[in-house]
């Protein structure tokens, strides 16, 4: 059973910095991302990365903030979340999928738990 836990969420003020990190045991899915989901909204995706190529793609609202990157085993993908805002507060997911669209939640085959990312202003 494929498994994704996610790890390195937090509490942090704003203009903090947190890392997150979503380990797999599974290596071959195409590609991986990072939604994130408040109360009442649907879930959004922040960033994602082709695992056979590197490519890396951020939606606006990252405005150059965040970096994802996976480890050369490809076992473990990581977002690095510089200067944080009140409203980066949210559940961060991890997800893997084989193709479809980067920011398609529906196109993603496997979700990790979450993990809570709280910014106070």
């Known amino acids: 059973q494929v498994v994704l836990v996610e790890s390195g969420g937090g509490s942090v003020q704003a203009g903090g910095s947190l890392r997150l990190s979503c380990t797999s045991n599974?290596?071959?899915?195409?590609?991986m991302a990072w939604f994130r989901q408040t109360p009442g909204k649907e879930r959004e995706a922040v960033a994602a990365?082709?695992?056979?190529?590197?490519?890396?793609y951020y939606a606006d609202f990252v405005e150059g903030r965040f970096t994802i990157s996976q480890d050369n085993a490809k076992t473990t993908m990581s977002l690095q979340m510089h200067r944080l805002k009140p409203e980066d507060t949210a559940m961060y997911f991890c997800?893997?999928?084989?193709?479809?669209?980067?920011?398609?939640?529906?196109?993603?085959?496997?979700w990790g738990g979450g993990t809570q990312v709280t910014v106070s202003s």
């Open positions: 990365i082709y695992t056979k190529t590197d490519a890396t």
């Open positions: 599974y290596v071959n899915y195409n590609h």
């Open positions: 997800a893997a999928g084989w193709g479809g669209s980067w920011s398609r939640a529906a196109d993603y085959e496997k």
